[in-house]
């Protein structure tokens, strides 16, 4: 089999993302894989204008695949297409795309989806809540962006799973510490932003977590720094990412998920090598740190 090229598109360079990319290079590495990681820098129209300057070049080494993790729930739909009709593989990392379905239909290349069950994964933070907050109260939630499908989804899990008494108070932010901490800081310029009014703050993503933690506690009244340092803070990652953080109790529990950049590209690669279309979606594993049976609701 000739070496593959395979071009990875990822939205930004936060922690999972960087994570990602490292396994990539790994796993091209032990593959034997060409490969070549761009950054969108969370903007859409920057990752289709990326890929479409590669689609439509007059190379004629093209690559083999895109792996592409979109910065928009929309997924690039049209980018897509073009990729397909151009004979290139089109894998999507953590996004649930409906147009996915349709593009298996042509067999010349393989399309299919690799990912972390974003959904899953708000059931299982929402679990926690529920754990912690068996009588109910009020969680502070910093959410990533509205148009992302990872954002939505693992609201959706939160929501179905945690018990109707608890109340969530939401704050959007971009994938990134610094700007959980800014959305914060803005936030708690309302004189109703109380600490005495909440319970539990949780992230949509572990740097989410850290960087509202950052922001209420720089809290100038002592009062206020007081209740808010001592509140739990919940997160979402990696395990090398939050098991440490969890075990230093920064965060009090965490969602524990995986990369997808392996499965996808091991999995890209026994297609191209077998001419077969793998299974539409794949997911990988997630679960709670701690176990949530060794959650202690709060006093």
Known sequence: MKKLRIVVSLPNDNAYQHQQSVVARATAEALGCDLQVMNAADDSITQSQQLLEIIQSS???KP??????????????????????????????????EYVRALRKNPRVPVFTVTQGQYEIGRMQGKQLAALLPNGGSVLSLEGPSMSSVAAQRREGVAKS????VQLT?????????????????????????????SVVAGQTHELALGAAKALQNVEDPEQKKLWSAMPFLGIGIAG?????????????????????ELAMRILF????????????????????PELDKLRPLQ
């Open 170 to 198: 939401t704050l959007r932010s971009k994938w990134s510490a610094d700007a959980a901490e800014q959305s914060v800081v803005s936030w708690l310029r309302l004189a109703t932003s109380r600490a005495e009014k909440f």
């Open 270 to 289: 026994r297609a191209i090598e077998t001419q077969s279309q793998p299974a539409e979606c794949s997911i990988v594993e997630t679960s709670s740190y």
């Open 162 to 165: 945690k018990p109707s008494e």
């Open 59 to 61: 190379a004629v080494n």
């Open 64 to 97: 083999d695949a895109f792996l592409v993790e979109p910065v928009t729930a929309a997924g690039l739909p049209l980018v897509a297409e073009a990729a397909v009709n151009a004979g290139i593989a089109w894998v999507i990392s953590n996004s649930d795309v």
């Open 241 to 261: 990412q939050v098991k440490p953080l969890v075990d230093r109790r920064v965060l009090a529990a965490a969602v524990v998920t995986s990369v997808t950049m």
